[in-house]
C-alpha cells in the first residue's frame, strides 16, 4: 500500500511537471528591436582646463612658485572675460624625487619638488576660446590639459533624439513584421539608453608661464550630439 502511494504522488508530480513545461513554453512569438535617433546643437560653452607644473629646489620655493603663476592665470581669464564662479581648482599635487643622474646611473642624493595645479574654467562665448586659451598661457600657465565644447540644456535634444528612437524602432518593426508575413500585436518591452558626443577634447602641453606673446589659437566648436536607442518588443499575431 505504501509503495502504491509514492507511485501515485510520483505520477501526479510528472503529471504536474508535464503541465508546468507546456505552460512555460506556451508564450507567443515576440519581435524585439532596437532604434537610433540622434539630435545636434552648436555648442554654448567650453570647459578649459589649464595649470601650472612647477619643479624646484625646495617645496616653499614650488608652492610659491606655482601659486604666483595660478593666480595670474585666472587673473587673465577673469580679463578675458571668464566669470570668477566659473573658475575653480580640479587638482592640486605636491610631490618630491631624488634626482637621477642619466650619466653615473645612479641617484644624485638631490631633491626635487613638484607642484602642479589644475583649474577648470567655463567660456559662455564660444567665439572667446581662443583669446581665453592664449591668455591664460601668457600670464602664467604652462599647461592645458583639455578643452571640451557642450550644449547647457540639453533637454530639448533629448526629447527629440528619443522621439526619433521611438519612430525608428516602430519603422524597422513593421518593415520586418510586413517582410515575415505577421502582424504586430501588443507592446511588450520598452528600454532606452543615452551617449554624448563631445564635439571636440583637444589636449596639448604648451610651455608659456608668463614668457612670451602668445596668438589665440584658431579653435572649433564643431557640434554637440546626443545619439538615443530605444528598444522594444512585440507580440506577433497572423
Do not use: C
Amino acid at each position: 500500500m505504501r509503495k502504491l502511494t509514492l507511485l501515485v504522488l510520483g505520477g501526479i508530480l510528472l503529471l504536474a511537471g508535464a503541465v508546468s513545461a507546456q505552460d512555460y513554453y506556451d508564450y507567443p512569438p515576440v519581435i524585439s528591436i532596437t532604434g537610433t535617433g540622434m539630435a545636434s546643437a552648436e555648442p554654448d560653452v567650453a570647459s578649459i582646463i589649464f595649470g601650472v607644473d612647477i619643479t624646484m629646489q625646495s617645496a616653499d620655493q614650488a608652492v610659491n612658485e606655482a601659486g604666483r603663476l595660478a593666480d595670474a592665470a585666472m587673473a587673465a581669464a577673469r580679463a578675458a572675460g571668464v566669470a570668477g564662479a566659473d573658475m575653480q581648482t580640479t587638482g592640486y599635487n605636491l610631490w618630491v624625487e631624488e634626482v637621477w643622474d642619466d650619466y653615473d646611473y645612479e641617484y644624485t642624493g638631490e631633491m626635487q619638488y613638484h607642484v602642479t595645479h589644475w583649474i577648470k574654467a567655463e567660456v559662455r562665448d564660444i567665439e572667446s576660446v581662443g583669446e581665453v586659451l592664449a591668455a591664460v598661457v601668457d600670464a602664467g600657465a604652462n599647461s592645458i590639459s583639455s578643452v571640451n565644447f557642450r550644449v547647457l540644456d540639453t533637454a530639448s535634444l533629448y526629447e527629440t533624439a528619443r522621439e526619433r528612437a521611438a519612430e525608428n524602432a516602430l519603422e524597422k518593426a513593421e518593415q520586418l513584421a510586413d517582410n515575415f508575413g505577421v502582424r504586430l500585436g501588443s507592446l511588450t518591452s520598452i528600454s532606452e539608453w543615452a551617449n554624448n558626443y563631445y564635439p571636440m577634447d583637444a589636449s596639448a602641453y604648451n610651455y608659456g608661464g608668463g614668457y612670451g606673446d602668445y596668438y589665440a589659437p584658431p579653435v572649433s566648436p564643431g557640434t554637440y550630439t546626443i545619439s538615443v536607442e530605444v528598444s522594444a518588443s512585440w507580440e506577433l499575431t497572423e
